[in-house]
C-alpha cells in the first residue's frame, strides 16, 4: 500500500509541475494527453501534430496549448445535435454552415 501512495503522489507532482510548464517534452505530452511515447512519436514522424524541435535537431518539445487544441480538433456531435441538424436541413434545405 506504501507503494501505491508513493506512486499516486509521484503522479500528483508530475501532473502539478505539468500545469506550470509551456514548452513540453515527450514524457509531459505523454502524460498530459494520456497517449504513449511511442503513439506520440508515430504521430509526430507522420507530421499529424504539431511539434517543435531543440536547436541541434534532437529533442522534441511541443507547446502546452497547441497539444491541448489538437486534443479537441476532432468533436464528435452529440445526438441531440445530429438530429437538430437533420431537421434543420429537412426543413430549409440547407445545412448550418453547408452549401445545397
Known amino acids: 500500500m ?3 501512495v508513493l506512486s499516486e503522489l509521484k503522479e500528483i507532482k508530475q501532473l502539478t509541475l ?3 510548464k509551456k514548452a513540453l517534452t515527450m514524457s509531459d505530452a505523454a502524460l498530459l494527453t494520456g497517449l504513449s511515447k511511442s503513439h506520440i512519436y ?3 514522424c507522420s507530421k499529424k501534430v504539431p511539434y517543435y524541435k531543440s536547436q541541434g ?3 522534441t518539445y511541443f507547446d502546452k496549448s497547441e497539444s491541448e487544441a489538437w486534443q479537441l480538433m476532432h468533436r464528435v456531435a452529440t445526438k441531440e445535435e445530429t438530429e437538430q ?3 434543420t436541413y429537412l426543413a430549409t ?3 448550418k454552415g ?3
Open 2 to 4: 506504501e507503494k501505491e
Open 18 to 20: 505539468l500545469t506550470a
Open 42 to 44: 508515430k504521430l509526430v
Open 57 to 59: 535537431g534532437k529533442l
Open 85 to 87: 441538424a437533420a431537421a
Open 93 to 95: 434545405g440547407k445545412m
Open 98 to 100: 453547408g452549401k445545397r
